[in-house]
C-alpha cells in the first residue's frame, strides 16, 4: 500500500492499495492551516485504512505500506514544504522509500480516469490543469495524453502566468483550461503505484516552488567607515 500526502493547495492524505484501490482519504481545504491539520489527517487515514482490513481474529490489521508518495507540486513555498517534509519524516521513521509526484499530474490522472468512466472509448483532448499561484499569477501544465504505464503525458510545464494572460497561453498550447481547486492524495498514490511498478521517475527530489519564496536570507551589511 501507498501512503499519498499532497499539500500544494489544501491538505489531502489518502492510502491506497497497489491496485488502486482506495483505503482510507481525507483532507481540508484550507490553504493556510497545512502544519495544524496534516498530523490529524495522517492519524485518521491510517486508523480508517486498518479498520477497513479485518483480520482472522477480528481485529483490525496493521496496514503495511511499502511507499510514501509526495506531491511535490507546483504550489506556494510554505504550505509545499510542509508535506513534502511530512512525507519524508513519515518515510524515514518507517523505513519506506518516498516517490516524488507532480501534483498537476495527479490532477491530470483524475481527468483522465473521470472521463473514461463517463466513456470508456473517448479520446481527451489536450487539457491544461491550472491551479492558484497566488501573487495574481496561474500555475499550469499541459496534457496530451495517457501513454500505456498509465501516466499522463505532459507537454508543458509546469510553469507561471499572470491571471489575465492563462487563456491567451492555453490557446496557443491548444489547451481546453481545466481549473483545479484541490489534488486527490488518493490520485497520487495511484500515479506513485503506476511508477513505481513501471520502474520510472516523475520528478526529481527538489519541490517545484516555480518562484523564490518570499523570505530571503540577508545580505552582507553595509561597511561603516571612520
Known sequence: MILGIDTSLGTAVAVVESDGVVRAEASSD??????????TLLQNVLADAAHGAIGQTGAPEPVRLTHVASGMGPGPFTGLRVGIAAARAFALGRGLPVVAVPSHDAAALAVFLGEA???????????????????????????????????PVRVAGPALTPRDTIDDVLEGLGAA????HAISAAMLATLAGRAVAAGRVLSGSEPLYLRAPDVTLPGAGKRVSA
Open 30 to 39: 484550507n490553504p493556510l492551516a497545512h502544519a495544524e491539520v496534516i498530523g
Open 177 to 180: 483550461r481545466r481549473d483545479t
Open 117 to 151: 468512466l463517463a466513456d470508456p472509448f473517448a479520446d481527451v483532448p489536450r487539457f491544461a490543469i491550472v491551479t492558484d499561484a497566488r501573487r495574481r499569477e496561474f500555475a499550469y501544465s499541459v496534457y496530451d495524453g495517457i501513454d500505456d504505464d498509465g501516466i
